[in-house]
């Protein structure tokens, strides 16, 4: 062999070995850039994570002053404690993540995602609801497992998925040695930094984000200008035919004009059919009875029990299935929709309840039925929807009802107008136990 044929086999070896280390380099580039994309840096503290003002049109005052309770009264210097841990990325375990991670003011206070990403990119179970006007909420979360903010505040740290802490002391010592917040809780609570002093914080902070003054709010205050005559259609639909108020009204025949929630739950036929909802509940029973708030709160984020909703609270076979009725203002930068964010646009919510649902699902609500909505009626719902979009949220707001109208002519994966305009479907009875 000519000292010509000796080199190539080694000139190609040498190239072999550069493109090996260059698709290395390569995917290596793309993994970082991917755990960068699901791992966003917190949000930042801007103009919209301010505590908001009580003059607002629409606010409730007497209502806004009964649910301050009296063992964690507002004050200013509480308040911006509370702020300053909800962006504080060292409550979790590994300072990658805080409360508005999940909750980013810019979205008001939800994320954006189908369902919420916590620590090393863990995905949970469960849509990030709002955080806006949650003071008033009987109970938190879905599922209604805890029942005040300060019990709220407390699961996520805790969450293996979310933030990670092994308890909450963890997250306590991760900040104690801290000068700014020793002499901030100092100054607010007279005593050290403690767990239950740190909920408080959080909690004072979150019952200050009110959010009214909408152009519904005008329009209810008086000014019969302030919304278009599609959305005051919409309002007189969403009371009568289209049976919104069968879930967010104060009752039957009284409209709310405030929160629009009946502090219920309610099954109405999201995600059953993925899941053996009754071998869900066989095995959850035993969870349900230990009682153990922090089990179940895993449960709900991490596992297929998430399907089963209410029923982890209370074991009722009635409330398998059922999930808390959610408030409805802002809803333009709260989606995607319903409790595992599976409803991508307004008009596909409109059409879920629209066809009334149909699945053979023997704990649908008894109000989830065909309506048999035109569709410039599910329009005039969609534009009384958008009219409850506060003026902080006024631009982004337009821009998204702009783009989910586009998708609305396009993609309708919820539709069926034969179901729609149909008969309601009879409903299987429970299956035994």
């Not at 053979?360 to 599910?378: K, V, Y």
């Amino acid at each position: 062999m000519s000292d010509g044929n000796k080199i190539m086999p080694t000139v190609w070896a040498c190239v072999a070995v550069l493109i090996i280390l260059m698709i290395l380099i390569y995917a290596g580039t793309g993994n970082t850039a991917t755990k960068a994309a699901v791992q966003p840096p917190i949000p930042k503290a801007g103009p919209l994570a301010q505590p908001r003002s009580p003059q607002q049109v629409g606010l409730p005052v007497d209502q806004t002053r009964a649910v301050i309770p009296p063992d964690n009264l507002q004050t200013p210097e509480k308040i911006a404690l509370g702020q300053k841990l909800f962006f504080d990325g060292r409550l979790s375990a590994d300072g990658t993540v805080a409360c508005a991670s999940c909750h980013n003011p810019e979205r008001a206070f939800t994320d954006g995602k189908p369902t919420s990403t916590g620590i090393h990119g863990r995905l949970g179970q469960r849509n990030a609801p709002t955080i806006l006007n949650a003071l008033y909420n009987k109970t938190q979360f879905w599922d209604g497992r805890a029942k005040t903010l300060e019990d709220q505040a407390a699961l996520p740290i805790v969450n293996s998925i979310e933030m990670g802490q092994p308890n909450l002391n963890a997250a306590v010592a991760r900040i104690a040695t801290v000068d700014e917040y020793k002499q901030a809780f100092s100054r607010v609570f007279g005593r050290p930094i403690g767990s239950a002093d740190l909920l408080r914080a959080i909690a004072s902070y979150e019952r200050a984000l009110v959010s009214f003054n909408s152009p519904f709010d005008r329009f209810i205050a008086g000014d019969k200008n302030a919304i278009d005559a599609a959305a005051q259609r919409g309002w007189d639909l969403f009371n009568t035919r289209a049976r919104c108020n069968k879930c967010h009204a104060l009752t039957e025949t009284k409209r709310d004009v405030t929160l629009f929630t009946d502090n219920d739950f309610h099954d109405i036929g999201i995600g059953i059919i993925r899941h053996n909802v009754v071998a869900l509940a066989r095995q959850a029973e035993q969870l349900v009875n230990s009682g153990d708030a922090a089990a179940i709160d895993r449960a709900a984020l991490q596992t297929d029990m998430s399907a089963l909703g209410r029923f982890l609270v209370t074991k009722k076979e009635s409330d398998i299935a059922s999930f808390k009725t959610p408030g409805l203002r802002n809803l333009l930068v709260t989606g995607p929709y319903f409790h595992d964010g599976s409803q991508v646009t307004l008009w596909d919510v409109m059409d879920h309840y629209n066809k009334g649902d149909g699945l053979q699902n023997p704990w649908l609500d008894e109000d989830i039925q065909p309506l048999a909505l035109t569709e410039r009626e599910i329009d005039d719902v969609v534009a009384f929807l958008a009219s409850l979009t506060s003026d902080d949220y006024k631009k982004p707001a337009v821009k998204e009802l702009a783009r989910q109208r586009v998708l609305s002519r396009t993609q309708r994966p919820q539709r069926d107008t034969a179901r729609a305009f149909g008969p309601k479907p009879t409903q299987p009875k429970p299956p035994q136990p």
